[in-house]
């Protein structure tokens, strides 16, 4: 048994300890993923990034265009920015490190089973030198451009400050509805104006970029 079987029998063997979570298959690289996602039909997929002929980012592109409502969220021992970048680009759900708590990997697990994101503060942290790299050499950007750092937080009213908080920290709809005790479609009222605010494209990059903002 090689390390990588070792660590996806462990890691099942954790989570199916945990209560509310249901191991419904394992795979060893991405394409055997996908007939096990097409067999079973689970609500969330906990991918390593790096696998054997298909790795994690082709395998979330690939079910944004098969399962384009099954969230995908990547683990991995690295860091580095290309992997960051080219797996939130590819629409991850969320994307934590290896040595994240069995308990922190349930709540994350649970968070974008119900619509959340979840992105380890270390994650968030290339990705936000990445957009701000960005800022700094776009060229041409007119004056109808989104508003960056501090001025993101100028243009949102009193309750949408406070969804906007709860969006940065991964939550769900559902989860920001009963924090904030609002009706799950207002929430999704407020991230919809959110979104077209800030300019963001999906949920993911309204997150960092209001990750961004918040703690600046």
């Given at each position: 048994?090689?390390?990588?079987q070792?660590l996806?029998r462990?890691?099942?063997m954790l989570?199916?300890?945990?209560?509310?979570?249901e191991i419904?298959?394992?795979a060893?690289?991405g394409?055997?993923?996908?007939?096990v996602?097409?067999r079973?039909r689970?609500?969330v997929?906990?991918a390593?990034?790096?696998?054997?002929?298909m790795?994690?980012?082709e395998?979330?592109?690939r079910?944004?265009a098969e399962h384009p409502?099954?969230p995908?969220?990547l683990?991995t021992?690295f860091d580095?920015?290309?992997?960051?970048?080219?797996?939130?680009?590819?629409g991850?759900a969320?994307?934590?490190l290896?040595?994240?708590?069995t308990?922190?990997?349930?709540g994350a697990?649970?968070s974008?089973?119900?619509?959340?994101?979840?992105?380890d503060p270390?994650?968030?942290r290339?990705?936000?030198r990445?957009?701000?790299r960005?800022?700094?050499t776009a060229?041409?950007?007119d004056?109808?451009a989104?508003?960056?750092?501090?001025?993101?937080l100028t243009?949102l009213?009193?309750?949408?400050?406070?969804v906007a908080e709860?969006v940065a920290?991964?939550?769900?709809?559902?989860?920001?509805?009963?924090?904030?005790v609002?009706?799950e479609?207002t929430?999704k009222?407020h991230?919809?104006?959110?979104?077209?605010k800030?300019?963001?494209?999906?949920?993911t990059?309204?997150a960092l970029?209001?990750?961004?903002?918040?703690?600046?």
């Open positions: 048994m090689d390390d990588q070792l996806r462990g890691l099942s989570l199916s300890t945990v209560d509310g979570l419904v298959g394992e060893a690289d394409l055997e993923a996908l007939a996602i097409a079973h689970p609500d997929v906990l390593d990034v790096r696998m054997p002929g790795d994690g980012i395998l979330v592109s079910c944004a409502e099954l995908v969220l683990l021992t580095d920015e290309p992997v960051v970048t080219g797996a939130l680009a590819a991850a969320g994307f934590l290896k040595d994240t708590s308990d922190t990997l349930a697990i649970r974008v089973a119900g619509g959340g994101m979840v992105i270390r994650v968030a290339i990705a936000m990445r957009s701000g960005q800022e700094g060229e041409g950007s004056s109808g989104e508003p960056e750092g501090g001025e993101v243009v009213t009193r309750t949408e400050r406070l709860l920290d991964g939550r769900s709809n559902a989860d920001i509805a009963a924090e904030l609002l009706a479609g929430v009222n991230v919809s104006s959110l979104l077209r800030i300019g963001a494209r999906d949920r990059a309204l970029t209001l990750y961004k903002a918040l703690n600046a």
